[in-house]
């Protein structure tokens, strides 16, 4: 099977690297190799969300095994011709390097390739692969890495699918390429240590991809030693560095053993360092390997253009996560080296691939380092010459001066790209770690790449949120130079929040992004649609989706959000969202599957327009986003939102009720830890911002509390920490002292108990003051309004119904015991009446809630509670024994079940007991006691009916009675636990009288096994008692004590908390209490009865009791929010300074003040080292000079005369000095002095064909200068125009009859720059040599002229006021004879056009008349052009109007629109330049 097109892969090139690092993939995904949290996923969440990742199976090893040689190949050598030499162990080769017996048998016969000279090309074929799977080094470790043998011509894209699909690699945020010298070199110890500490930061922060050459040799090596490190470092946990080889097959050391036809799982390899010879082995600290084959043995370099175009096609792909989609950036980095890598940099540089050059690591990284910082007229070939003889000792011998002009070259075009060439020096300001100069060589030529600014920064924004360095974008993003506007960071806020990111969140947030204006629902619905794919909330989603009965599958919606919401907060909250009705239109949904946000299309910027009903979408944007980042746990995100809510308090314990909830049903048992964590942090939170509250004002404290919360579907904060059962909020002294205030009503708290209870029996004595209120009013005021107050305190009811239910007890037990008459006597009666009020009181709790909702819910919610159940089947028993009682025939069955029945009414009070302090705790004591009891008899049962069943018959024959048979099996073992031993299991009190000896006696049981001659025991008693003994001691010793020890645990459990669990389950008791009619029972069937009147007769609407809820008015819940956030920022502020005052975090803080001062002076004593030597070879020439002037000047004076200007030497500039970086910032010096020969011109490469240059350095472009050993090659393109073109030849005669400098027919062969020389016939370009004769690509030998007309106008305003200026793409072509317009203009304006605008070019105002350094110049053909302004000023301008009605592009390459002038739009540097003296002309902005 082939693999699903990628992307089309670009033009193969033989050599260097892929284009310029188009951007950055998803932000956020972590280090390679890391076990993704989607591997984490259960069968039982299954993916839902349209546009959501889904988990990627792991690569089966079978199926590996099938796809990789149907779809990668190797190379075999099917024809031997044998070598002249023989190989290095004195064998006989084939020329492809390979021994006979290493060919295939088809290969050896001699008539396949009759007289044929051995040729790559066509006697080496392709075959399926055979070597490939995962490699084990011996002896080195188990680590494990993958393997592949590869042919050279395999596409880039078969490659990048086998890592990314079978190898399971993420898809990088960065690759970095190391190449450099091949052989083992020497680095300073500290510099080494720098680079590897950096490059494996870089790496696993970003989420790199490293790439080398794979071998355990030079730069490789290094690498791999890094990657060592890493691994044996604690920071190997957080993932594994992902490092590439890429290695030649043929020069692979040991390779046999990696031959596997059908996959080595795994192949062991062997490192053999002494017996490799001229071949390399590999390096065992690389994770994966693609080992290039081209068929032949010992030959180097196959791999390079595979590589070259691999990380290019890799460089073209889109990583797409969180909205954005950028291409992945990829940056070289170079170590030591020798030409080989010298021709690496000049590629990569070439094709704007950023380089990073560690200076100090020698030979090539070393040359370029000490020339990048010199103007490129200082280096010159004698400057390399000298560099080359220090730096390469060994090797100088063997440069040719042709060599050295090519290097001179080629390191001119390298420091010439400064944007692109970053120098790492040890010891340099900003560059401490190498990690830092990667990131910023990569920042630095993305800002220098031609667009407008902002596109640009956001591009650079982009990359450091993709590689997730918050300390990059702090220092390079946000600075001055790039103010920022809040709403274009919106989407990458929207790629950090998905890619769990917290620290950029932060730094967003600090930068004025707002989540009130970011929240709008097209973002919270993308959020939700990009949930982690192994989140809970996610499955629970995806079972709302389900059930709705939309078909096709529905859309996610907000309103299911809510539901599932709902679902974790409890059904006491109203829904968050509301579900949109039939007739609201739909909102805007987003795509599901092809969402995606590029860099050109579609942006994220269009879900942050809002319009005005987004604005009343929802009431609280920040609690919607708290509430995502808590659904998938994530605690630094979540931290970072709260702090950013208004209803803190309330959102702190909504959080720890959903967390709790959601750990109920989470099975992976990391993340049920972690939430339950996270509860309890919120819940401290929540105690933290309300105890600054309580302490600031009781009064407003309370009221936020019982305040009732829109925001949290219309539930109270006291609400919302029961149903979390946030034992500590609710225990917190001002949450009971609320508590306590509705536990005593409207009297104060002060009066003593015994006092109520005095006013209870005798309540005339209310008007004596012997309690107090809490309102002066009832204080002053004396008669029935005291006496209301009093009675409907909570705690006077309660302890009116508590001594109405010792009553009722008391009345009840006497009827049982005393007066139980066959007809109900008078106390009986009052009994029924009692209970029947006690009926009427449940169903009024039944129907009655204090929140409306439907019957179920009221059903539920009634039996939610242990007591209403309790109580509900203390009713029915004594329904059903009142039912026995009144039939005569079963009186006495109904009194058994009266009397059961009295046992669960007083099992009731132990309800009541729960408002007492010392009680209250041993409940709940005893109820997880009775949980332990019940799980302890399993264990029990066990050996009870083990020991019974081999008790029962060892010594029963045959008994067939079922009660004797449960009797003897299962009570009497039960009962020997308590000391009941059988008095005839030993034998010795063994009597037949007592026992019935055929079981025919229904009161005895039947006799053991026995000897009915001698009148004894048959059965084997040493058995029996060793059964008893072993019984005894497991039951009594062990699991007795067993049962005593999780009592134990049980009990100081709860003892240690028995404040906390009186304090929270104090509040069922008095919200209870607080509702009920103030009459206890049987005086509560008046308030019944008034109750009834007044809905059913009356039918006047129900004043539902809604007891601990207050709805404040707008403008008092406003002012009580922000006096709430005041108090939460002091709490965040205190939390911080307590953080920093903790011991720990200041031995960290002095710790890491200590490594940055030694840090700081080992690089001030290394700085200062360096500034000194730079300062004295500075004055050692600046002397040098002056004594060469100096002798200049006598030798004039001497002649008397002034001499000639010829020979004068000139100062050389002062070289850097201390504290200033020789290497150039963006934006400055764009031209180096003494720069101003054409450059363009002398690129190698000449474009569209595969012709070289000779290479000219900047010194001998002059004609005047002498360059000796100058052979440039000859090149003239055929063109289809062939009769409008100048002939091909090398030699002068085609062109004899050309009329250079003159005007030959309607062709102008004159120069701008005066009359040209000519040499041989052939015209010499005015400005120099290129490195090239012939026409090349141009029309004409000599000057070929060009028109550039530039249109421009004023930008306006929508008011029409001038903003700033614009331009029409400026568009260039040939002249053609005797015409003005160029040809390219022609096709885009109309016919009847092209007079007016000659007519225009001819009024505008000339610009530049000159030479154009392009591309295609020769030495002896070159493009000169004039450039004519033509300015609209008017908006109204008649001419204007006409164009713009003119323009039509009849083809479809040439793009026409007005454009903004601006110093970045994408033009050759020459157009530019134009551009900038048409601004300058009319003053406007460039």
């Known amino acids: 099977m082939e693999p699903p097109p990628l992307r089309k892969a670009g033009s193969r090139?033989?050599?260097?690297?892929?284009?310029?690092?188009?951007?950055?993939?998803?932000?956020?995904?972590?280090?390679?190799?890391?076990?993704?949290n989607s591997s984490l996923c259960r069968n039982r969440r299954p993916q839902f969300l349209n546009n959501c990742e889904k988990c990627p199976p792991h690569p089966q090893q079978a199926n590996l095994s099938s796809w990789i040689p149907e779809n990668i190949k190797k190379k075999e050598c099917v024809h031997f011709v044998e070598r002249s030499k023989l190989s290095d162990a004195g064998k006989v080769v084939c020329e492809c390097g390979y021994t006979r017996e290493q060919h295939l048998e088809g290969a050896l016969r001699p008539y396949a390739f009759l007289s044929e000279e051995w040729d790559p090309k066509k006697h080496v074929q392709e075959m399926p692969t055979d070597a490939f799977g995962d490699i084990v080094f011996t002896g080195l470790g188990q680590k494990m890495g993958k393997y592949v043998?590869?042919?050279?011509?395999?596409?880039?894209?078969?490659?990048?699918?086998?890592?990314?699909?079978?190898?399971?690699?993420?898809?990088?945020?960065?690759?970095?390429?190391?190449?450099?010298?091949?052989?083992?070199?020497?680095?300073?110890?500290?510099l080494k240590s720098i680079f590897r500490r950096g490059l494996v930061k870089v790496a696993q922060t970003t989420g790199a991809w490293i790439i080398t050459g794979g071998s355990h040799t030079g730069v490789m090596k290094q690498v791999g030693e890094a990657v060592r490190g890493f691994s044996l470092s604690s920071s190997y946990s957080e993932g594994e560095v992902v490092t590439i080889g890429i290695a030649t097959w043929g020069t692979v050391h040991n390779r046999e053993s990696l031959i596997h036809p059908t996959g080595g799982f795994p192949a062991e390899y062997v490192m053999d360092e002494e017996g490799q010879g001229h071949l390399t082995c590999l390096d065992s600290n690389h994770s994966h390997f693609i080992l290039v084959d081209d068929g032949t043995h010992g030959r180097y370099g196959v791999e390079i253009p595979l590589r070259a175009r691999l990380e290019k096609f890799i460089s073209e792909q889109t990583k797409e996560r969180g909205g954005v989609a950028i291409k992945i950036p990829i940056a070289c980095v170079v170590l030591e080296g020798g030409p080989g890598t010298l021709q690496t940099i000049y590629n990569a540089i070439t094709h704007g691939t950023p380089c990073v050059i560690v200076e100090g690591s020698g030979r090539v990284a070393d040359v370029i380092a000490q020339v990048a910082g010199l103007p490129i007229s200082e280096i010159t070939v004698c400057l390399i010459q000298q560099k080359l003889g220090s730096l390469f000792p060994e090797m100088f011998e063997t440069f040719t001066e042709s060599r050295i002009v090519e290097w001179t070259k080629k390191i001119q075009d390298i420091v010439r790209r400064r944007q692109l060439l970053t120098i790492f020096r040890e010891g340099k300001d900003g560059q401490q770690d190498v990690d830092v100069a990667i990131l910023q060589a990569l920042l630095k030529a993305s800002r220098s790449h031609d667009g407008f600014g902002h596109e640009n920064w956001d591009h650079q924004l982009k990359l450091a949120v993709a590689w997730n360095r918050v300390d990059i974008a702090r220092s390079e993003i946000f600075t001055d130079e790039r103010p920022w506007k809040p709403s274009e960071l919106h989407p990458m806020m929207t790629a950090a929040l998905i890619a769990n990111k917290p620290e950029f969140v932060k730094l967003f947030l600090e930068n004025g992004v707002q989540l009130t204006e970011f929240g709008t629902c097209d973002t919270l619905l993308y959020l939700y649609e990009n949930l982690e794919p192994c989140c809970l909330f996610r499955y629970k989603l995806q079972k709302v989706l389900a059930e709705e009965p939309e078909r096709p599958a529905p859309r996610l919606r907000m309103h299911h959000v809510a539901q599932v919401l709902r679902e974790l907060l409890g059904d006491f909250s109203q829904p968050l969202y509301p579900r949109p009705r039939s007739s609201d239109q739909p909102r805007l949904l987003l795509p599901a599957p092809n969402l995606k946000f590029h860099v050109q299309g579609v942006s994220l910027r269009s879900l942050y327009k809002r319009s005005p009903r987004h604005v009343a979408f929802t009431m609280d944007p920040v609690r919607d986003l708290l509430l995502w980042a808590i659904v998938q746990n994530r605690?630094?995100?979540?931290?970072?939102?709260?702090?950013?809510?208004?209803?803190?308090?309330?959102?702190?314990?909504?959080?720890?009720?959903?967390?709790?909830?959601?750990?109920?049903?989470?099975?992976?048992?990391?993340?049920?830890?972690?939430?339950?964590?996270?509860?309890?942090?919120?819940?401290?939170?929540?105690?933290?911002?309300?105890?600054?509250?309580?302490?600031?004002?009781?009064?407003?404290?309370?009221?936020?509390?019982v305040r009732v919360s829109e925001a949290w579907g219309k539930t109270t904060c006291l609400q919302l920490a029961l149903e979390a059962k946030d034992m500590k909020f609710v225990s917190h002294g001002g949450v009971q002292a609320f508590l306590t205030k509705v536990w005593w009503g409207q009297l104060s708290v002060d009066n003593g108990l015994w006092r109520v209870v005095l006013c209870m029996l005798a309540f005339p004595l209310l008007a004596t003051g012997l309690v107090s209120f809490?309102?002066?009013?009832?204080?002053?005021?004396?008669?029935?309004?005291?006496?209301?107050?009093?009675?409907?305190?909570?705690?006077?009811?309660?302890?009116?119904?508590?001594?109405?239910?010792?009553?009722?007890?008391?009345?009840?037990?006497?009827?049982l015991m005393v007066d139980f008459q066959p007809s109900p006597s008078g106390c009986e009666c009052l009994i029924y009446l009692w209970l029947f009020s006690l009926v009427c009181e449940e169903l009024r709790q039944l129907f009655c809630p204090p929140d409306e909702c439907g019957l179920v819910k009221m059903v539920l919610l009634y039996l939610s509670d242990f007591w209403n159940k309790l109580d509900i089947a203390a009713i029915l028993l004594f329904i059903a024994g009142l039912t026995c009682r009144l039939i005569p025939a079963l009186l006495y069955p109904g009194r058994v079940i009266l009397s059961l029945d009295f046992i669960m009414f007083c099992l009731r009070l132990m309800h009541i007991f729960t408002v007492s302090k010392t009680?209250?705790?041993?409940?709940?004591?005893?109820?997880?006691?009775?949980?332990?009891?019940?799980?302890?008899?399993?264990?029990?049962?066990?050996?009870?009916?083990?020991?019974?069943?081999?008790?029962?018959?060892?010594?029963?024959?045959?008994?067939?009675?079922?009660?004797?048979?449960?009797?003897?099996?299962?009570?009497?073992?039960?009962?020997?636990?308590?000391?009941?031993?059988?008095?005839?299991?030993?034998?010795?009190?063994?009597?037949?009288?007592?026992?019935?000896?055929?079981?025919?006696?229904?009161?005895?049981p039947k006799c053991p096994e026995s000897d009915s001659a001698r009148q004894e025991p048959a059965f084997p008693e040493w058995l029996t008692v060793l059964l008893l003994c072993l019984y005894l001691l497991f039951t009594n010793i062990l699991l007795l004590n067993l049962l005593i020890a999780m009592f134990n645990?049980?009990?100081?459990?709860?003892?240690?908390?028995?404040?906390?669990?009186?304090?929270?389950?104090?509040?069922?008791?008095?919200?209870?209490?607080?509702?009920?009619?103030?009459?206890p029972p049987p005086f509560i069937l008046l308030n019944h009865l008034h109750l009834c009147l007044q809905r059913v007769v009356l039918k006047n609407p129900s004043e539902r009791h809604k007891p601990f809820k207050s709805k404040l008015e707008k403008n008092e819940e406003a002012a009580l929010l922000s006096w709430e956030i005041y108090l939460k920022e002091n709490y965040l502020q205190d939390q911080q300074f307590q953080q920093k005052q903790r011991p720990e975090q200041k031995i960290q803080d002095t710790s890491e003040k200590v490594d940055t001062m030694v840090d700081l002076l080992e690089m001030a004593r290394l700085k200062q080292s360096g500034s000194m030597e730079q300062r004295l070879a500075s004055l050692e020439e600046q002397v040098a000079q002056m004594?060469?002037?100096?002798?200049?000047?006598?030798?004039?004076?001497?002649?008397?005369?002034?001499?000639?200007?010829?020979?004068?030497?000139?100062?050389?500039?002062?070289?850097?000095?201390?504290?200033?970086?020789?290497?150039?910032?963006?934006?400055?010096?764009?031209?180096?002095p003494g720069d101003a020969y054409h450059v363009n011109a002398r690129h190698l490469l000449y474009p569209n064909s595969p012709v070289l240059r000779f290479p000219v350095p900047n010194e001998k472009v002059p004609w005047e200068t002498e360059f000796l050993i100058y052979d440039p090659p000859f090149y003239s393109a055929d063109r289809k125009d062939k009769d409008l073109v100048d002939p091909v030849g090398d030699t002068w005669e085609p062109l004899s009859r050309i009329s250079f400098n003159a005007v030959e027919g309607h062709l102008d062969r004159r120069s701008f720059h005066g009359a040209y020389a000519l040499r041989d016939g052939f015209p010499l370009n005015p400005m120099g040599r290129t490195g090239l004769r012939g026409r090349g690509d141009l029309v004409c030998f000599g000057p070929n002229h060009t028109l550039q007309p530039v249109i421009t106008r004023w930008k306006r305003n929508q008011d029409g006021a001038i903003c700033r200026k614009s331009i029409k793409k400026m568009l260039e072509g040939s002249r053609e004879p005797g015409e003005t317009l160029p040809r390219k203009l022609k096709q885009v304006l109309r016919h009847e056009f092209w007079a007016s605008f000659e007519n225009l070019l001819r009024q505008g105002a000339e610009v530049y008349k000159g030479y154009v350094d392009d591309p295609r110049n020769t030495d002896n053909a070159w493009i000169e052009t004039v450039a004519v302004s033509i300015h609209f000023a008017d908006q109204s301008d008649l001419e204007l109007k006409r164009l713009n009605s003119h323009l039509c592009s009849r083809d479809p390459g040439l793009s026409i629109r007005w454009q903004l002038v601006d110093r970045r739009i994408p033009l050759y540097a020459n157009h530019k330049a134009i551009l900038r003296k048409a601004a300058a002309l009319f003053g406007a902005y460039y």
């Open 13 to 36: 090139q033989e050599d260097g690297f892929g284009g310029p690092p188009g951007g950055v993939a998803a932000t956020g995904m972590v280090p390679n190799l890391r076990r993704s």
């Open 149 to 190: 043998r590869i042919s050279q011509d395999t596409p880039p894209s078969v490659i990048y699918h086998l890592m990314t699909q079978h190898w399971g690699l993420d898809v990088p945020n960065l690759l970095i390429s190391v190449t450099g010298g091949a052989k083992d070199f020497h680095m300073k110890p500290r």
């Open 635 to 705: 605690r630094e995100l979540a931290e970072i939102i709260w702090a950013q809510s208004q209803d803190c308090i309330a959102a702190a314990l909504a959080c720890s009720k959903i967390l709790k909830q959601l750990s109920r049903e989470e099975e992976d048992t990391d993340s049920l830890e972690e939430m339950l964590a996270l509860a309890d942090e919120y819940e401290q939170r929540a105690i933290g911002v309300f105890t600054e509250c309580y302490r600031k004002d009781e009064e407003r404290a309370q009221k936020l509390l």
């Open 774 to 815: 809490r309102e002066r009013r009832l204080q002053a005021v004396r008669g029935l309004a005291r006496i209301r107050a009093f009675f409907n305190a909570p705690v006077v009811v309660f302890h009116l119904n508590t001594l109405s239910y010792f009553a009722f007890l008391c009345l009840f037990a006497y009827v």
């Open 919 to 1004: 009680l209250g705790p041993k409940i709940i004591i005893v109820k997880r006691m009775m949980k332990d009891v019940f799980f302890f008899l399993f264990l029990l049962a066990v050996w009870v009916v083990s020991f019974g069943v081999a008790k029962q018959a060892i010594l029963i024959h045959n008994e067939r009675r079922v009660e004797w048979i449960f009797r003897g099996a299962v009570y009497q073992s039960y009962l020997t636990i308590f000391g009941q031993i059988p008095a005839y299991i030993d034998g010795v009190n063994f009597n037949l009288d007592q026992c019935s000896p055929n079981g025919t006696d229904p009161y005895k």
């Open 1049 to 1079: 645990y049980t009990f100081q459990q709860v003892q240690e908390r028995t404040d906390q669990i009186w304090k929270f389950q104090r509040h069922g008791l008095i919200e209870e209490y607080e509702g009920r009619p103030p009459a």
């Open 1187 to 1232: 004594a060469r002037a100096l002798h200049w000047v006598v030798r004039a004076l001497r002649d008397s005369g002034f001499g000639s200007e010829e020979g004068v030497p000139t100062l050389a500039p002062q070289q850097a000095s201390e504290g200033q970086d020789p290497e150039l910032d963006d934006g400055q010096r764009v031209e180096d």
